[in-house]
């Protein structure tokens, strides 16, 4: 069973930078896709960036540019740099993973905060 586990979140100015992480563990081999998603208090949960197991990536229009997601896959952690951030980035931002065997798996979820 795929577990993830995020960190990196916290309180930022806007035009300010984080970098989010997420560590897998267990049947990583199962993993098609990671992404990172956020969602904002009375908003769904929406998809911010992804990556496939071939290392193509993909992301929102709304963080275009500014948010760069990578993976290192020695130690099966995939990353969220976000910068120039705004207000309306915040959010709780969580990890995921789709899998062969389970469908997609949560991680916790972090809090991003950018005062204005």
């Known amino acids: 069973q795929v577990q993830l586990v995020e960190s990196g979140g916290g309180l930022v100015q806007a035009g300010g930078s984080l970098r989010l992480s997420c560590a897998a563990s267990g049947g990583i081999f199962n993993i098609n896709r990671m992404g990172w998603y956020r969602q904002a208090p009375g908003n769904e949960r929406a998809l911010v960036a992804s990556?496939?197991?071939?290392?193509?990536?993909n992301y929102a229009d709304s963080v275009w540019v500014r948010f760069t997601m990578s993976r290192d896959n020695a130690k099966n952690t995939v990353y969220l740099q976000m910068n120039n951030l705004r207000p309306e980035d915040t959010a709780v931002y969580y990890c995921g993973a789709d899998t062969a065997t389970t469908g997609r798996v949560w991680g916790q979820g972090t809090q991003v905060t950018v005062s204005s």
């Open positions: 990556i496939t197991s071939g290392g193509i990536t």
